[in-house]
């Protein structure tokens, strides 16, 4: 088993900046990937960021070039920078990971574990 354990949220002007933690514990070795899903009220969980444990790293197109994806693997922590926000980046956001091999990086149901989330709130 894996646990997540986000933090770094909080609420920002648009143009700020904030950076997200994910701490990994438990199977840690067993991971494949790590990623970033949010979701903002009455949408759907969509897709951020992955990175990969050969560092291979995906953005969801409304945030490359804003935000970057990184990892510490001897703390067994991912990063999410986020830099200029706009308030449609509005959300909860989770961490979320895979023990198996999979080449799709954006679907959620190819994750198996999660965060709790931790709000962004990004005003005008």
């Known amino acids: 088993q894996v646990q997540l354990v986000e933090s770094g949220g909080g609420l920002v002007q648009a143009g700020g900046s904030l950076r997200l933690s994910c701490a990994a514990s438990?199977?840690?070795?067993?991971?494949?990937?790590m990623g970033w899903f949010r979701q903002a009220p009455g949408k759907e969980r969509e897709f951020v960021a992955a990175i990969s444990w050969s560092s291979s790293i995906n953005y969801t197109d409304s945030v490359k070039g804003r935000f970057t994806v990184s990892r510490d693997n001897a703390k067994n922590t991912v990063y999410l920078q986020m830099n200029s926000l706009r308030p449609e980046d509005t959300a909860v956001y989770y961490c979320?990971?895979?023990?198996?091999?999979?080449?799709?990086?954006?679907?959620?149901?190819?994750?198996?574990?999660w965060g709790q989330g931790t709000q962004v709130t990004v005003s005008s």
């Open positions: 979320a990971a895979r023990d198996y091999y999979s080449g799709n990086f954006e679907a959620p149901w190819e994750y198996n574990y």
């Open positions: 438990g199977r840690t070795f067993s991971l494949y990937v």
